[in-house]
């Protein structure tokens, strides 16, 4: 009899010290509250957004006044029209959900604020690369300040906020970047500067 109930707090005990085995943290992988620790960890976020860059090329004049080519350019003839499906690269919001999305979380982050401020400059910066190049392209356009998910129905389907309260915008972010990007020959290479 005395060895059932040995056995049975056995078991109890050692049911109750499973959960310390099962309700564990990923270490193979991150998630959103492990991610946003250190300012590495922003930068690393940073990193992402360099491929928004334009890459030099020969044929960056072909939508300007600066050069005549051969084949029909519908900006040059003010034909462009808001498109109506997200089938348009130029009216995805990939990158500004992703900048968004960084600047909601990188406040989780303990550090020194100019080495904090580095980064989020950078991530502004490229939130009002992209915004303006919206503007130049379709004039008014929707401004979001969060990342949007899919039950953010209301948000996801307002209307176009004037153009100049969107490039007002761009420009705090701008200004921002000025303030907290270091001078030329002070960035790390290949980093952005004022």
Known sequence: MKLKYIFGMVAAVGLMNSCDVTDKKPIDS??????????????????????????????????????VTTNYSSTLFNEIVIPTTADNADWKWNNIRACNFFLQRYKRVEGLESEINLYVAEVRFFRALDYFGKIKKFGDVP????????????????????????????????????????????????????
């Open 30 to 67: 991150f998630t959103d509250e492990s991610y946003w620790t250190k300012v590495s960890d922003l930068k690393y976020y940073a990193n992402g957004l360099y491929d928004n860059l334009d890459k030099p090329g020969v044929d960056k004049d072909n939508t300007s006044d600066n050069c």
């Open 143 to 194: 401004w979001y300040e969060k990342d949007l998910q899919t039950s953010d129905t209301e948000e996801l389907y307002k209307g176009r906020d004037s153009r100049d309260f969107v490039l007002g915008k761009v420009i705090e972010d701008l200004e921002f970047a000025i303030q907290w990007l270091p001078d030329y020959g002070q960035q790390e290479s290949g980093r952005l500067t004022k």
